[in-house]
């Protein structure tokens, strides 16, 4: 019966240090070097040179020092010249049939001899129809329950499991077939010392596992090697397991269990798990095709993720596409990323976020005060920038910025700009495979005695940000191009205008005119502007009053203009103004509201101003170039002067 799953809380240093003490066991346990196979084969090491047996189990140690073509047996001598060709391989030795494993690329030259299972080697048919059944199936969820339920079909065992592993290395139940008496561990999670990383390695190099008796002492290696070269067990069939591992598993009541590995590129990522209740084993060619199986379902999940992961991708670069966008233009970026319609919450979910650029600090959300958080963030350093649960790992920093647990930093170069998302905490329940606190051992470093269901509640911590975090960074190269393309674009544009009175400039007014005139055909005309007497503006009142009265006059121009007009100052006291899709008479028109609003006085620091222009109107006629049209106009523009000024010309 279960028992009533029990809260316990975060932050219990014990049970963590506990849990490192059996990672760092673990890792030092010689689980490849163990020197015993199970006892239901025999194994034998072949030097490669002479062919003579150098390593036997203790079931067949009377072959030591001798040569196993002896046994005078065509199939096994075979067996050791092909190797995996023959992966397994039927034989009659010293009256028993068995199937021979060889592995070579070992040193010395390993080879394996399992008894032969009566009736047993045609399930594996079943597996084929297993494979076709499951590929249909396109959701990882239930691709992993169905293939347990499968495996189990095969092989009989009461139990398949499929774990998954997580980042942290800690691993969850994520499928469970059972018999309907035992006790569910669907959705447990268990810790990562379970199955520590030197086996997980060995999962990675060997896709099957077999414990055939939980019971069973094994058989010592015998050996004629010396005493500093151990036999390396570890792509064997028949190695033992640690005396750890076989207390652990008759804790869970498991006699026998088969393992298969799920394994993406070079992660191992998951299990399946076949476990017994009695003693139980499995024929080789039978393992070998499930071996076939659980690849096709690693293929399966790999290609789901990968569907699952580049959808989410380019949903979220949508998002970000379409909240950066605005960034390009001369939109605020700060309104842009924290108060339009989107903001950055809608790319990285948080309880809020702040903006910290070029000294300006904009929030979005429920914040602390920014000058508090900013310090806390500038205190962290640059060495790191993702924080799930900072009260517990920083709690000096954490009381400076109450409610905050989870912090994730996105840097955007500058002094010290940056976007910061803000998570509070969230208690959650953990399901854990047994009571992992230290009275659920007979030591730190014992296996668990119960592994009744025990919910954890934990505290201190954020919702982990986990893939949002990349999110959060390719937001950042988002908006650092989006800042840098505004910078390029203001700088490109400040080469094509005047600094003093913000129209565009001659270099400006080159390009245009150019384009305007090899385009298709279009009514062009240019109004010539030249101040009359404007010198004596500056000979009087100075230069600084003379800027000043030409910004206004550019302001002026502006305002009489048409929207399809373009201004601009060539220098000193000379504009010109392009009218489009405008003739002669068009042109006159803008040339006398211009005249007309510069004949009213100009009030610089009390000083009155008053000036006069001149203007020459030409409309461009077919073939000319640029400089001829404004030739022509300025020509036009000195006509009006020499007949006595304040007046245009045509």
């Given at each position: 019966?279960?028992?009533?799953?029990?809260?316990?809380?975060?932050?219990?240093?014990?049970?963590?240090?506990?849990?490192?003490?059996?990672?760092?066991?673990?890792?030092?346990?010689?689980?490849?070097?163990?020197?015993?196979?199970?006892?239901?084969?025999?194994?034998?090491?072949?030097?490669?040179?002479?062919?003579?047996?150098?390593?036997?189990?203790?079931?067949?140690?009377?072959?030591?020092?001798?040569?196993?073509?002896?046994?005078?047996?065509?199939?096994?001598?075979?067996?050791?010249?092909?190797?995996?060709?023959?992966?397994?391989?039927?034989?009659?030795?010293?009256?028993?049939?068995?199937?021979?494993?060889?592995?070579?690329?070992?040193?010395?030259?390993?080879?394996?001899?399992?008894?032969?299972?009566?009736?047993?080697?045609?399930?594996?048919?079943?597996?084929?129809?297993?494979?076709?059944?499951?590929?249909?199936?396109?959701?990882?969820?239930?691709?992993?329950?169905?293939?347990?339920?499968?495996?189990?079909?095969?092989?009989?065992?009461?139990?398949?499991?499929?774990?998954?592993?997580?980042?942290?290395?800690?691993?969850?139940?994520?499928?469970?077939?059972?018999?309907?008496?035992?006790?569910?561990?669907?959705?447990?999670?268990?810790?990562?010392?379970?199955?520590?990383?030197?086996?997980?390695?060995?999962?990675?190099?060997?896709?099957?596992?077999?414990?055939?008796?939980?019971?069973?002492?094994?058989?010592?290696?015998?050996?004629?090697?010396?005493?500093?070269?151990?036999?390396?067990?570890?792509?064997?069939?028949?190695?033992?397991?640690?005396?750890?591992?076989?207390?652990?598993?008759?804790?869970?009541?498991?006699?026998?269990?088969?393992?298969?590995?799920?394994?993406?590129?070079?992660?191992?990522?998951?299990?399946?798990?076949?476990?017994?209740?009695?003693?139980?084993?499995?024929?080789?060619?039978?393992?070998?095709?499930?071996?076939?199986?659980?690849?096709?379902?690693?293929?399966?999940?790999?290609?789901?993720?990968?569907?699952?992961?580049?959808?989410?991708?380019?949903?979220?670069?949508?998002?970000?596409?379409?909240?950066?966008?605005?960034?390009y233009g001369r939109s605020d970026v700060g309104a842009v990323l924290m108060s339009?319609?989107?903001?950055?919450?809608?790319?990285?979910?948080?309880?809020?976020?702040?903006?910290?650029?070029?000294?300006?600090?904009?929030?979005?959300?429920?914040?602390?005060?920014?000058?508090?958080?900013?310090?806390?963030?500038?205190?962290?350093?640059?060495?790191?920038?993702?924080?799930?649960?900072?009260?517990?790992?920083?709690?000096?920093?954490?009381?400076?910025?109450?409610?905050?647990?989870?912090?994730?930093?996105?840097?955007?170069?500058?002094?010290?700009?940056?976007?910061?998302?803000?998570?509070?905490?969230?208690?959650?329940?953990?399901?854990?495979?047994?009571?992992?606190?230290?009275?659920?051992?007979?030591?730190?470093?014992?296996?668990?005695?119960?592994?009744?269901?025990?919910?954890?509640?934990?505290?201190?911590?954020?919702?982990?940000?986990?893939?949002?975090?990349?999110?959060?960074?390719?937001?950042?190269?988002?908006?650092?191009?989006?800042?840098?393309?505004?910078?390029?674009?203001?700088?490109?544009?400040?080469?094509?205008?005047?600094?003093?009175?913000?129209?565009?400039?001659?270099?400006?007014?080159?390009?245009?005119?150019?384009?305007?005139?090899?385009?298709?055909?279009?009514?062009?005309?240019?109004?010539?502007?030249?101040?009359?007497?404007?010198?004596?503006?500056?000979?009087?009142?100075?230069?600084?009053?003379?800027?000043?009265?030409?910004?206004?006059?550019?302001?002026?121009?502006?305002?009489?203009?048409?929207?399809s007009d373009v201004v601009v100052r060539l220098g000193g006291d000379e504009f010109?103004?392009?009218?489009?899709?405008?003739?002669?008479?068009?042109?006159?028109?803008?040339?006398?509201?211009?005249?007309?609003?510069?004949?009213?006085?100009?009030?610089?620091?009390?000083?009155?101003?008053?000036?006069?222009?001149?203007?020459?109107?030409?409309?461009?006629?077919?073939?000319?170039?640029?400089?001829?049209?404004?030739?022509?106009?300025?020509?036009?523009?000195?006509?009006?002067?020499?007949?006595?000024?304040?007046?245009?010309?045509?």
């Amino acid at each position: 019966m279960t028992d009533t799953p029990r809260v316990a809380f975060d932050g219990d240093r014990s049970r963590d240090e506990a849990e490192l003490l059996r990672l760092r066991e673990c890792a030092a346990e010689p689980i490849r070097m163990i020197g015993r196979i199970q006892s239901h084969g025999a194994l034998f090491g072949i030097d490669e040179q002479t062919g003579r047996v150098v390593v036997a189990s203790e079931n067949v140690d009377h072959w030591l020092g001798r040569d196993l073509r002896e046994a005078g047996d065509a199939a096994l001598s075979w067996a050791l010249d092909h190797g995996l060709a023959v992966d397994p391989l039927r034989v009659v030795f010293e009256g028993a049939t068995y199937d021979v494993v060889p592995h070579p690329g070992t040193s010395p030259k390993l080879l394996e001899l399992e008894p032969v299972i009566p009736g047993l080697d045609y399930v594996r048919t079943g597996v084929v129809g297993a494979i076709q059944r499951l590929a249909t199936i396109s959701d990882p969820d239930e691709l992993r329950r169905q293939a347990a339920l499968e495996i189990k079909a095969v092989t009989g065992y009461d139990r398949v499991m499929c774990y998954e592993f997580h980042e942290d290395g800690h691993g969850q139940v994520v499928a469970d077939a059972r018999e309907p008496d035992m006790e569910p561990y669907f959705g447990l999670h268990f810790p990562a010392s379970d199955i520590p990383v030197q086996a997980r390695a060995l999962y990675l190099e060997k896709r099957s596992r077999v414990i055939a008796d939980t019971e069973d002492p094994g058989l010592a290696l015998q050996t004629l090697l010396p005493e500093d070269a151990p036999v390396d067990l570890g792509p064997s069939e028949l190695r033992s397991a640690s005396p750890h591992h076989l207390q652990f598993m008759r804790n869970m009541g498991q006699a026998s269990t088969v393992s298969l590995s799920i394994v993406d590129g070079d992660r191992l990522v998951g299990m399946f798990t076949c476990a017994h209740r009695t003693t139980r084993r499995l024929p080789v060619l039978l393992r070998r095709a499930l071996e076939v199986l659980a690849t096709h379902v690693a293929t399966q999940l790999a290609a789901a993720e990968q569907i699952r992961r580049l959808r989410r991708q380019l949903e979220v670069r949508e998002r970000r596409i379409a909240l950066t966008a605005p960034m390009y233009g001369r939109s605020d970026v700060g309104a842009v990323l924290m108060s339009g319609a989107r903001t950055v919450l809608d790319v990285v979910p948080a309880d809020g976020a702040l903006l910290r650029l070029d000294g300006t600090v904009t929030t979005v959300g429920v914040v602390p005060a920014p000058d508090r958080l900013f310090a806390v963030v500038d205190e962290l350093g640059a060495g790191r920038f993702m924080w799930e649960a900072l009260p517990l790992e920083r709690p000096e920093l954490a009381i400076e910025v109450p409610g905050v647990t989870g912090l994730l930093v996105v840097p955007l170069g500058g002094d010290g700009d940056g976007l910061v998302f803000v998570r509070s905490e969230v208690a959650r329940t953990v399901d854990w495979l047994g009571d992992q606190r230290p009275g659920n051992r007979d030591t730190a470093l014992s296996p668990r005695r119960s592994f009744s269901a025990w919910r954890e509640s934990v505290t201190g911590r954020s919702l982990p940000w986990g893939e949002h975090a990349q999110d959060a960074y390719d937001l950042g190269e988002d908006i650092r191009a989006a800042i840098v393309a505004r910078t390029q674009a203001e700088l490109a544009e400040l080469a094509l205008r005047d600094a003093l009175t913000g129209l565009h400039n001659r270099r400006f007014l080159d390009d245009h005119l150019e384009g305007l005139l090899d385009g298709p055909d279009k009514a062009v005309a240019v109004v010539f502007l030249d101040l009359d007497g404007f010198k004596l503006v500056n000979d009087t009142h100075g230069h600084e009053v003379g800027d000043a009265v030409l910004a206004t006059v550019g302001r002026r121009l502006s305002g009489v203009a048409r929207t399809s007009d373009v201004v601009v100052r060539l220098g000193g006291d000379e504009f010109v103004i392009v009218c489009v899709d405008a003739g002669a008479e068009e042109a006159a028109a803008v040339a006398g509201r211009a005249l007309g609003v510069l004949r009213e006085p100009i009030v610089v620091r009390d000083i009155v101003v008053g000036v006069n222009a001149s203007a020459g109107i030409v409309a461009a006629a077919h073939g000319i170039s640029p400089s001829e049209l404004l030739d022509a106009a300025d020509a036009a523009m000195y006509r009006a002067k020499r007949d006595g000024g304040g007046r245009l010309s045509v």
